[in-house]
C-alpha cells in the first residue's frame, strides 16, 4: 500500500477532496462502456442478453428466466447450517429495516384544513445480486428484505449465469430467493441485466421495473447511472471501499485483517488506513502484507491493495482524521479510537459507520442488521444506502372544507394576480360564484 503523508499541511475542503485516493479513470471508463451495453439491451433485448453472457460469462443455450424448478431445487439442496444463517440474516434485516419505514403524519394547517404525509411503495422492483468473483447471497437478504418491508408487491431479481453451474445462477442465491418468495428470477447479470430491469425484455416476459436496487463493480453502478431517470435506482454501490480511523491504541492487526477482508472483493476495492500513528502505519502495512500473501485470493487483493484507490493516510491528528474521512464519504467507516463510541458523531459522511475493533465491517456484511448496500465514490456525501425507504415514496393528500378554502381565497388569488395567472385565482373564484 503506498503512503500520502498529509502532515505539516493546511488543507482546504477542495485540497482534502484533492488528496483522496481514487481510481476515477476506471470509473470513467466503466461509465461509457456500461452506457453501451445498456443501450444495446434496450434495442436488441434477449439476443443482446445472450451474446452478453457468451463474451462475459461464456454461457450459452441458458435458462434465461429461470424456471421454478430450479428454485425449488436449490432450496431443497441447501445445507441446513447455510440455510439456518440465512433465516437469522434474514430475521435481523427484517427488524432493521421495519424501523426505517415513516408512519403517517397528519397536519392541521387550520380548522377544516389537513396535509396528509403518507408514505407509497413502489409497484414493481428489480433488484442485482452480483456473482463474478463471488457468491452473495447476503445480498439478495439486503434488497429483497427492505422491499418487502416497503410494502413492494412485485420483485424480479437478476443475477449472472454461472459458467460451472451449466448456465444457471449459483444455488446459493437461488435458495436464497426461495427463502424470501421471490419467484421472479433473470439469469442474467452486469450493466445488462440493469438495462433489461429498467426497459423490459418482452421475449422473457419482463416487464420494466419502477425502482433497480443492488450492489455490483464499476459497471453495475454505472449502469444505473445510465438508466437513472427512466427508473429509480439506489446509490450507486460499486467496487466496495474501506476506510480506518485509527489511533495508537489501536490494534495493527485486526486493522489488517479488515482492510485485506474487503479488499478480497474485486481488484477495484479501497482500502485505507487514516492515522497519526507513525508506528501503527508501518504495523499495518507489515500486517497486511503478511496476510496477503497468504489469504485464499492473494492475487486479487494484492491487486486492490497497490491499486492508485487504496492507501496509508498519515494526518497530524483527530482533527484532520475527521476531514479527511467526511471528504472521502467512505462507503465503510470503521472507527478503531478509544473513544470511538463519542468520536463517531463526528463522522458525518459515511454510508455505515462501524464503532469500536469488535464492530468489523464483516459483520455489517452478514449479521449485524444493517445493510450492505452502501454508496461508493464519495456518494455518501449526499445519498444514503439502502433501506425500505429506497422504495417508497413520499406523498402529500390535501384535504379542504369550503370554510377552509374560503379564509385563504384572497390570498390564493393575490398570489395568482402577482404570477401573472389568472385563471388560477379564477379557479378558486368559481368555488364561490353561482
Avoid: C
Amino acid at each position: 500500500m503506498r503512503t500520502i503523508d498529509l502532515r505539516g499541511r493546511e488543507l482546504s475542503p477542495s485540497d482534502m477532496l484533492a488528496a483522496v485516493p481514487r481510481a476515477s479513470q476506471a470509473r470513467a471508463e466503466a461509465l461509457d462502456t456500461a452506457a453501451r451495453i445498456v443501450e444495446d439491451v434496450r434495442v436488441h433485448g434477449e439476443v443482446a442478453l445472450r451474446e452478453q453472457a457468451e463474451q462475459f460469462d461464456r454461457v450459452t443455450g441458458h435458462d434465461v428466466r429461470v424456471p421454478a424448478e430450479h428454485i425449488a431445487s436449490a432450496l431443497a439442496e441447501l445445507a441446513p447450517e447455510v440455510r439456518s444463517a440465512l433465516e437469522e440474516a434474514i430475521r435481523r434485516v427484517r427488524l432493521a429495516s421495519a424501523a426505517q419505514v415513516p408512519a403517517t403524519q397528519v397536519t392541521r394547517i387550520g380548522e377544516g384544513a389537513v396535509i396528509t404525509q403518507r408514505w407509497q411503495p413502489v409497484h414493481r422492483v428489480g433488484v442485482y445480486i452480483p456473482g463474478g468473483k463471488a457468491v452473495y447471497p447476503s445480498s439478495v437478504i439486503m434488497n429483497v428484505v427492505p422491499a418487502q418491508i416497503a410494502g413492494v408487491t412485485q420483485i424480479a431479481l437478476a443475477s449472472p449465469p454461472q459458467a460451472d453451474q451449466d448456465g444457471r445462477i449459483h444455488p446459493t442465491i437461488l435458495a436464497a430467493a426461495a427463502l424470501l418468495g421471490v419467484t421472479e428470477v433473470y439469469a442474467m447479470g452486469g450493466a445488462g441485466a440493469i438495462g433489461a430491469l429498467a426497459y423490459g425484455v418482452p421475449t422473457l416476459d419482463l416487464d420494466p421495473v419502477d425502482v433497480v436496487s443492488g450492489p455490483g463493480n464499476n459497471y453495475v453502478a454505472s449502469a444505473k447511472r445510465a438508466v437513472a431517470g427512466v427508473v429509480g435506482t439506489d446509490s450507486e454501490a460499486g467496487a466496495t471501499e474501506i476506510l480506518v480511523v485509527a489511533d495508537a491504541a489501536a490494534d495493527p492487526r485486526l486493522i489488517a485483517a479488515d482492510l485485506v477482508s474487503q479488499a478480497e472483493h474485486d481488484e477495484q476495492a479501497s482500502a485505507v488506513l487514516v492515522t497519526d500513528a507513525v508506528e501503527l502505519a508501518a504495523q499495518v502495512a507489515a500486517e497486511v502484507e503478511r496476510i496477503t500473501a497468504i489469504t485464499r485470493h492473494s492475487a486479487r487483493v494484492a491487486a486492490a491493495l497497490s491499486g492508485p484507490q487504496s492507501a496509508i493516510v498519515l494526518v497530524d491528528g483527530r482533527d484532520m482524521a475527521t476531514a479527511f474521512s467526511n471528504a472521502y464519504a467512505p462507503e465503510h467507516l470503521e472507527l478503531h479510537l478509544v473513544d470511538a463510541e463519542e468520536a463517531a458523531a463526528a463522522f458525518t459522511s459515511a454510508g455505515a459507520v462501524f464503532v469500536g475493533d469488535q464492530t468489523p465491517v464483516s459483520l455489517g456484511d452478514y449479521m449485524a442488521g444493517s445493510n450492505h448496500v452502501l454508496p461508493t465514490g464519495g456518494q455518501a456525501r449526499y445519498a444514503p444506502g439502502l433501506g425500505s425507504y429506497t422504495f417508497l415514496r413520499p406523498q402529500q393528500v390535501i384535504s379542504y372544507d369550503r370554510a377552509a378554502l374560503a379564509a385563504v381565497r384572497a390570498g390564493v388569488v393575490a398570489l395568482a394576480d402577482t404570477e401573472v395567472l389568472p385563471a388560477h385565482g379564477e379557479a378558486i373564484e368559481a368555488r364561490f360564484t353561482a
